[in-house]
């Protein structure tokens, strides 16, 4: 239980409601800012704003999966504007809070590091990574059968990278009937794939593999479907980019070549933002009892 | 090889295509009506209307997967209105001309009775039924994910029917992590689901399975998820009904209820119309040899 | 409950165990012959001879999975020698009797047709057979990987036939990472192969697809792979003929050409004899039931 | 190629054969020792002794997968005696050469540390332990099945670990039809072990978990299955210890249980040596290609 432990929520997208409804049922006193359109009425649970939340008390802070932008804005689709998270905000909270967040991009790193506040970035752990790589490969899955007019069932699917997310990717695929093909740098990365029974691609040959594929999802975070490698496809392939912004491919290139590219940030929170939340849920208050017990004291 | 064989396809939509494009590798003679909007340029393939084309040569008509509609109208999507089959025309064809449909509505059939021309209705086929089950089942995939907010993987999901697309339905989704149950009659069909390492429910447990459903695929063609069932059901329930026109579901007492169910016709021709339209092209072709050959007595 | 209702077991293998575990829990009066070295004590089971039993009260006999042999005896693990059933036992017996047994040869067709009696046979119900097919898959996966050098995984496999065992087995190999092949004759069957990811090979091309398999199972209860077939094989091939004796096997020309090939009866009995009998005590306790209650004039 | 290059093989299993023929294909000098009873010849392979071979002209030695016992002995499937690997020996060979072994004990530690050889330890390296586990894997297969008398299918197993081996046996029971669990102790396994559909099951509830199992297969090398935790299981349970000697495994108080536990060393070499030993070949050779490039100083 987190009874008596003050948490405030800014903004987010639907998955935060799940985030809402456990750490509710488990007593935390809970303020949210930029809910002015949030409805549900959760026990223990006040709407606020930067201004009349008592930053003296807060323990924590949950900012959206994907943090703020370079203007420090957090977006929330439960109010009409978004929510600016202010170093002289934070500044005025207690030293032993601690600031919850997906990812975290430079300007939050500077906010956090000037106001001496430690940051956890959620999407950083393994565990979260792999459950939230589950609605994402669902939502790649949604995306291929809308954007091509082939059936996934025997088609040729180029996986790139074979990390927490290319894994469940690669898998999915080929528990749909596809022929799946996985490019990796590393012997075991490629042993593994192997065992898989999927088609293992030393990344030194993704030139070759690339041009019998229907469908190219790429999950490497770095420029890997430059145009020398795209310029080696099928003309009706399809490239679905995975990776964080700005992707792997070079989309003017496949632009030019008529080729359809699309970058597909937030699947989880498009395609299951409850399972999503859900997941978050669970991190987020096993996170918080650690930090509550640690606060208190240790274990009681 | 069809050399000589003379063929008019009567509209229909992008599977066509690859109908017209297998015919013409075979150097049929093909008049097309209904496509003054079609652009690709196939050798032997001649656009025609019903006035112009020469029906005392035609050895067959193809029309759309979905026949006709009760006026005897043949949809089409590569020309601005549909084109009206009609009996007087079918009758200056000569005897031995066959029709070939996907699916045939009453008014289809009393026009092959009149003309005396024999129809044949190629989704009864099962083998076709088994081809079409796969973009089928992707179009099911495709709509759960849209419309849910949970993850395929762990949902509990109930497939009513486990005939030629039940079966499809039901391994793709298990193959997606989800736990799914089927509802069959024949204790063969139960011992198979079993084997197949799902959850067999006898139709008479209909009532009791359904309430922990999150996502409820109906491919049984009669009225099964009665007011009854539905009623047994939990609130957030997604209803697929794949069933052919009408459906199996009381869809007034389930929008009565709140519950979200969707009639979802045409699937294949929606997700994969290349897919489904290869399949079309392997079948009608080898229809049409066999055909060809016992007009010209025999194999030559 | 089977309560008043008398049967008389007569020898088997370990799955009448479950047999007389489950007819036991439903009250029956159990009488057991050629059980004399059997120890365990189940309730309300007696042993008896062909003499001492009671014929004139007896409603069912049991025997055998693989019934009698030519020369009307029945096997037993549970005695020093089998039961000989003889036509003049069976005909003290009452009119209503019913023989059950797995399958039937002419011997014991006759015995029960000069006797009046009518015979069951288990294994024609395509519900048995598919449950079965698990336990006969399984004995196959084991023949297997104890008969070859190399694994499962990535070897070629080819099965001929797609029947109730057919079907399980080619499944079962699938997912152990073989490339599977399966021949069929019919089209819907070609196309189901297909759709599960397997490789379809109609059945006038067996001799050339042979040539590739590292192991060959056979389901078809017929001279499929003659010497010819077999002669298109790949020196280290595995033949396992499934189907029942005498298979479908040349194993004089396969020995001569010096392959391996093994005619493998009885599986389920070998490998899973619990899992079996649990499955023919499920299937007879039903078919009991039917009959008590048919027998007494309707359900009470 | 290898062309120049002499490499001594001494003793081993059925295995050795493939590192033999693909040596031999890459024309690499071979010298067998303890290989009397072989009879196979392959192309630029000699038989000597370790008196009869050129000791001053070798580049590498390949000791069996299993390397050398606490004596010395190399243990050899292809000759009457085992070959003792004495330091003396290697004491000639040139300073360039290295030592390849499957595993390494301290007695073959120590001679090759007081002879100042290098070592290369096969078995450490990632990939060649996930392809060994593909073997290792169907080894277990056929345990389970030959000593259990129920199907894999739909009973319960439980995997102790989820590295190289843990994931691959988890997957391929799972793909079986069997009820899989999985314990493991980091929260990233536990949620791979989730996301492939298969029980996550924290170490420390070890306890609880495994009471319901039918099957136990540990994989974790350490004394994992107490007295404790054996005294949990079901009386039927299956142990197979696949984990290396003395496996992790408390035999004695199973034993006295009644509970049927087994130590299964060596199943790629039991099962699949073939495969297994291409596995071997193919890393030998990649690896001494690495060495004679090197020890020629550069690619050329
Ligand atoms: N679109 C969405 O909704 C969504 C959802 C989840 C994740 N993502 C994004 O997807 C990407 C992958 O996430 P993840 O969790 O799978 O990450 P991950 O576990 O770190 O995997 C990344 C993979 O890329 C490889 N890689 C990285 N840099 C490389 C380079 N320069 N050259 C070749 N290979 C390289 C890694 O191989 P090595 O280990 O050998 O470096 C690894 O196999 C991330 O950008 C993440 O933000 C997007
Ligand atoms: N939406 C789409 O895009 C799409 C695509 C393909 C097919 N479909 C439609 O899907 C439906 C199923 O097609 P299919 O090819 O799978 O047909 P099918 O092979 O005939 O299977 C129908 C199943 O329904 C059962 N069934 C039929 N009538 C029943 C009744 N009154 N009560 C209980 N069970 C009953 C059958 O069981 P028994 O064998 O025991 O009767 C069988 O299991 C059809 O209506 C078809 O037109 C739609
Ligand atoms: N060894 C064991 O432990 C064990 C265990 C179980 C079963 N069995 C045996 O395995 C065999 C198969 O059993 P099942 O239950 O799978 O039978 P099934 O369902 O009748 O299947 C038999 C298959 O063989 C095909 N077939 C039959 N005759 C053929 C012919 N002359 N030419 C080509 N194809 C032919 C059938 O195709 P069509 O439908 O087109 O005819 C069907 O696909 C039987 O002999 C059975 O006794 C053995
Ligand atoms: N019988 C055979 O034929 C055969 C064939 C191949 C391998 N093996 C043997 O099988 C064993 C496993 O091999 P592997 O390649 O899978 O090794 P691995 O990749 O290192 O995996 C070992 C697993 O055990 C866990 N583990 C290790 N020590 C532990 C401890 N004290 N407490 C809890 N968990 C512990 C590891 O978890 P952490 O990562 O968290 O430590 C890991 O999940 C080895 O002993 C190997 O020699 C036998």
Redesign the interface.
């Given at each position: 239980m987190l009874t008596g432990m003050q948490v405030a929520i800014i903004g987010g997208d639907?998955r935060q409601i799940e985030v809402i409804r456990k750490l509710s049922t488990l007593d935390t006193s809970l303020y949210l800012i930029g809910f002015d359109q949030l409805d549900d009425g959760f026990l223990g649970v006040e709407n606020k704003t930067f201004e009349t939340v008592d930053t003296d008390l807060l323990d924590a802070v949950i900012l959206p999966v994907n943090g703020v932008n370079h203007n420090g804005e957090a977006d929330t689709v439960f109010s009409g504007h978004p929510q600016v998270l202010e170093e002289k905000w934070l500044a005025k909270t207690p030293e032993h809070l601690k600031i919850y967040t997906g990812i975290a991009n430079k300007t939050l790193k500077n906010i956090a590091q000037q106001s001496e506040k430690s940051l956890v970035e959620l999407m950083n752990?393994?565990?979260?990574a792999?459950?939230n790589?589950?609605?994402t490969a669902?939502?790649a899955?949604?995306l291929v059968?809308?954007h091509?007019?082939?059936?996934?069932?025997?088609s040729n699917v180029l996986v790139t990278g074979f990390g927490r997310v290319g894994?469940?990717i690669a898998?999915?695929f080929a528990?749909?009937?596809a022929h799946v093909s996985v490019v990796a740098k590393e012997?075991?990365l490629?042993?593994?794939i192997?065992?898989?029974?999927l088609t293992p691609i030393p990344l030194n040959s993704l030139n070759d593999a690339v041009s019998e594929a229907d469908v190219v999802i790429n999950t490497i975070p770095a420029h890997i479907l430059t145009s020398t490698v795209i310029a080696k496809m099928q003309n009706h392939v399809l490239i679905l980019d995975i990776a964080s912004k700005p992707g792997g491919t070079d989309f003017n290139f496949a632009n030019k070549r008529g080729i359809h590219a699309i970058l597909t940030p937030g699947l989880p929170g498009l395609?299951?933002?409850?399972?999503a939340g859900i997941q978050l849920a669970e991190l987020l208050s096993t996170l918080l009892e650690k930090q509550w017990i640690d606060q208190k004291g240790g274990r009681h």
């Open positions: 639907l752990r393994d565990d979260l792999i459950y790589s589950i609605p669902e939502g899955v949604m059968i809308q091509t007019n082939v059936t996934i069932h025997r894994q469940t898998r999915t528990n749909l009937g012997r075991e490629l042993a593994r192997y065992e898989m029974n395609v299951a933002p409850k399972t």
